[in-house]
């Protein structure tokens, strides 16, 4: 937010924010959703926070919520015409929600629709070869696969052409 000028770079950040013990993780949720509820109330249509806000919903698994704020992100941020990438990882959090529970094709209907606005959204293509799985499509599965594994090499040769893009299935295990 705010900066001029970006750099793409394939230097990898661990963050160690995320490997907390419990009493911490909780304080660290409740701190940040506070800060962000109380953001929302002086500027509730500013997609970023509810983009911020669902993020920290889906990491408690409070898939509903996720879900509401995924969609006042999308909405707020369409209406603004504020698609930059951000969002990708936007329709990423409500795809994860949806699977999460067991609303597949509209799942589908979000990696779809990150895909359409970036085709390069490795984390759709990802989640895709997830749903295609299920649904027993396998030249979908295939396919979607396919393309994962080659944006990921990609990524690995050429980070630049992704831009600010968030990716959040790159060494996932």
């Not at 394939?10 to 660290?28: F, P, R, S, T």
């Not at 293509?125 to 997830?130: E, I, M, P």
Request: net charge negative; with cysteine.
């Amino acid at each position: 937010m705010g900066a001029n000028y970006s750099l793409a770079s394939a230097i990898v950040i661990y963050h160690k924010g995320y490997c907390l013990d419990a009493e911490k993780e909780e304080q660290k949720y409740l701190r940040t959703t506070i800060l962000l509820k109380n953001e929302i109330e002086k500027d509730p249509e500013n997609p970023k926070l509810h983009h911020y806000l669902a993020v920290a919903y889906l990491g408690k698994q409070l898939y509903d919520k996720a879900l509401l704020e995924c969609e006042k992100a999308l909405h707020f941020a369409l209406n603004q015409n504020q698609e930059d990438d951000l969002y990708l990882w936007t329709h990423f959090v409500g795809a994860v929600c949806y699977m999460n529970t067991n609303k597949i094709d509209d799942a589908e209907r979000l990696c779809l629709r990150a895909i359409k606005k970036n085709s390069m959204h490795l984390d759709s293509h990802y989640l895709l070869s997830s749903i295609y799985y299920i649904k027993k499509n396998e030249q979908a599965f295939i396919n979607h696969s396919d393309k994962y594994l080659s944006l990921i090499k990609l990524l690995n040769n050429d980070p630049e052409k992704f831009g600010l893009m968030v990716h959040n299935t790159v060494n996932h295990e």
